[in-house]
């Protein structure tokens, strides 16, 4: 983005900033305090854009670098030194490369000798698999009465269970009414219940404490979510590589019935000429 739009798109937002006067000169009217702190850092951001910087979070390549050396890192590793920046750009066209500046902040600049192209997928691809890697805990919450049904109690506690089995924490909260508040022993003894019905996958990261009308419990998992992630993903592998094996056999076996069919009617035609000459 060049300097009048950067300046013009800047001042937009900050409205109390003052407009420039000409390149390289601002001025900021208004009282001490921070609305002058607001325009200083207009001022700066601009001003930065004016000597050559950057506000893009790509590093600078190339023509892009305006400093008179720079420590040059070759395309293996190596240390070539501190050399002037047209020396830099040669040896990058010299190995057909990019010089690419890695850390703007050091005096002088790092550069080095890379692919920019392939640097940048590869650094794509390399954060698309921390995402998928990475793990966000969930808390599920499950809802009960203290007088549940069984078979009501029985569908909730397979939820929880497989909100366990999924490495997601469950918080579960007994809800009261009318009367049922001054019996809060029976929603305690029913958390007492779920919790040794699947203590086998969580444990109680929470005791149960009374919030109001409500009773809350926290569950934990003993796996954890990474764990439980990469479980399921084989499963699923194995699943799919089940399906295909059957499907496989499936279409080896058709060409075989077909064989088995039609062997009993070349042999009848075989046997008829036989019967022929007896006759």
């Known amino acids: 983005m060049c300097a009048p739009r950067l300046t013009a798109a800047v001042f ?57 050396e720079v420590r040059l890192v070759g395309p293996s590793g190596e240390q070539v030194g501190i050399v002037p920046l047209a020396k830099a750009l040669e040896l990058a066209q010299e190995y057909d490369l990019d010089l690419v500046e890695v850390a703007a902040n050091a005096r002088p600049p790092v550069c080095k000798l890379m692919d920019y192209g392939k640097f940048k997928y590869e650094s794509a691809m390399k954060a698309r698999e921390a995402r998928k890697n990475q793990a966000h805990t969930v808390i599920k919450e499950m809802k009960l009465r203290p007088k549940i049904d069984p078979h009501d109690y029985d569908t ?44 086998e996958l969580g444990f109680i990261e929470s005791n149960p404490k009374q919030d109001g009308r409500n009773m809350i419990m926290v569950l934990g998992p003993h796996k954890k ?41 070349a042999e009848a035609e075989v046997e008829a000429p036989a019967e022929n000459p007896e006759a």
């Open 225 to 265: 979510k990474t764990e439980a992630m990469a479980e399921a993903r084989e499963a699923q592998a194995a699943r799919k590589a089940e399906r295909q094996g059957v499907t496989s056999e499936e279409t080896s076996e058709a060409p075989a019935d077909e064989t088995e069919v039609e062997a009993p009617v």
């Open 156 to 199: 909730k506690k397979g939820h929880v269970v497989r909100f366990l089995k999924q490495g997601d924490k469950v918080k579960i909260t007994i809800m009261f009414r009318g009367r049922e508040q001054s019996r809060p022993e029976l929603g305690f003894r029913l958390l007492q219940r779920l919790a040794s019905d699947v203590e």
């Open 12 to 68: 937009r937002y900050f409205p109390g900033a003052p407009p420039v006067s000409r390149p390289g000169r601002f001025s900021c009217a208004g009282s001490v305090g921070l609305r002058n702190r607001r325009c200083a850092s207009v001022r700066q951001a601009v001003a930065w854009c004016y000597l050559g910087g950057s506000i893009s979070a790509e590093p600078r390549i190339n023509d892009r670098i305006r400093v008179p």
